[in-house]
């Protein structure tokens, strides 16, 4: 979390705070023989109660401004790649991308960028290159030498999954758990103690049970990205809430399912965001009974909010429904037997009073590029998060 320390060696005279904001008053300048107060303000952060909000961010370099960037504390772009053991940027777009993003800390210098080493599908080789501590040292060295070429604040790993199948055909072994928290060393020993080391983390028990020391990891990372969402798959045989914040006689898992189990391990929650998803999931043949809800039904594809919000309200056949238990909606068209499991303003005004109750460190989204320009939901969790933005 930025403090101002980074800036305070560097202002002369009195000082003051409001709000956790940093000034600085210097006395006997003068202009035309007018002599001025002028007030700096040296930093702010995004969320005026201290909470991070966190974007990641998959688009290109010239959409970017399209967003209300001043609403965030962290942007964090993906996906770079593991190739020959370090950590590679794609193609040139890709780089240009991160540049642009770099860029932004001109005008908004309290906010942190991120470059991000994964996702669904890009962990291939992670579970072998991380084996030894040749590979993961090597690796940490890639990492460092790109901080300092982009000029990033850090590095997140999203392996998915340590120890876990998910993937097919990605290898995975027990001893990954054991591998993943000596990764996150050798970035330290790299980074320094400077630099942010955050990883995503899947909310559902199999992962919270089997694939990371939290203890251990907690220790050397600045922040986890669980991602409590997608709790409803894919390859799910019933419909539920993809991104359910609380559990119900339906479905067990959910966000607060998993930040108490993690609590229940001593992780600290002031490192814990939670995940908010700007995507929707449809699910085609589920039966009328609860409205489609926990019905057999096969999922048929994501939709981006931008698509919930065009074509698929009353107009086309939806009605819309909340789960008061789950503190989630749904949408449900009779005549198609489409189920869509979403986040809305609703959930995401819960899921923000949640994270200020738990002094959680925050709320982080998937996808920056799934939202409106504005009045999105990254509006919505940056104004629950009590955010003046980077004004």
Not at 325 to 349: C, H, L
Request: with cysteine.
């Amino acid at each position: 979390m930025y403090t101002g320390a980074d800036h305070a060696g560097k202002i002369k005279g009195p000082s003051f705070s409001v709000n956790g904001i940093l000034f600085a008053a210097i006395r006997g300048m003068k202009w035309g023989g007018c002599c001025l107060l002028t007030v700096l303000l040296a930093c702010c952060t995004g969320a005026g109660s201290g909470q991070s909000v966190i974007a990641y961010y998959t688009g290109n370099a010239a959409d970017i401004d399209r967003y209300p960037i001043d609403r965030l504390t962290h942007l964090v772009w993906g996906f770079c790649s593991l190739k020959q053991g370090r950590m590679c940027v794609g193609a040139r777009a890709d780089s240009l991308a991160i540049r642009r993003l770099v860029r932004l800390k001109k005008k908004y210098p309290a906010l942190k960028i991120l470059v991000a080493l994964g996702g669904w599908g890009g962990c291939r080789d992670c579970s072998a290159t991380f084996a030894t501590a040749a590979g993961r040292d090597s690796f940490a060295a890639s990492v460092a030498e790109m901080v300092q070429h982009f000029g990033v604040d850090g590095v997140d790993i999203d392996w998915e999954y340590p120890s876990l199948a998910a993937f097919p055909g990605h290898r995975y072994a027990a001893e990954d758990k054991q591998h993943f928290t000596q990764l996150l060393r050798a970035l330290r020993d790299r980074l320094g103690p400077d630099r942010e080391i955050t990883f995503a983390a899947a909310g559902f028990a199999p992962y919270l049970q089997g694939s990371i020391d939290w203890v251990d990891a907690v220790r050397v990372a600045d922040r986890i990205h669980l991602m409590t969402y997608d709790f409803i798959g894919s390859h799910h045989p019933t419909t539920g809430h993809h991104a359910a914040l609380f559990s119900t006689s339906g479905q067990e898992e959910s966000a607060d399912h998993a930040v108490r189990y993690l609590d229940s391990l001593g992780v600290p929650l002031g490192k814990v965001a939670i995940g908010v998803a700007f995507y929707g999931r449809e699910f085609d043949g589920a039966s009328g009974y609860n409205q489609g809800l926990y019905q057999a039904a096969t999922f048929k594809r994501f939709l981006s909010m931008r698509q919930l919000r065009r074509a698929y309200g009353p107009a086309e056949g939806y009605t819309s429904y909340w789960d008061d238990m789950a503190q989630a909606p749904w949408r449900y068209n009779s005549g198609k037997k489409i189920f869509i499991t979403y986040d809305d303003e609703r959930s995401v005004a819960a899921k923000t009073r949640y994270a200020r109750a738990k002094k959680l460190n925050g709320i982080f989204f998937w996808q920056l590029a799934l939202d409106i320009p504005h009045g999105g939901l990254t509006d919505r969790i940056a104004e629950g998060l009590r955010s003046p933005g980077h004004r």
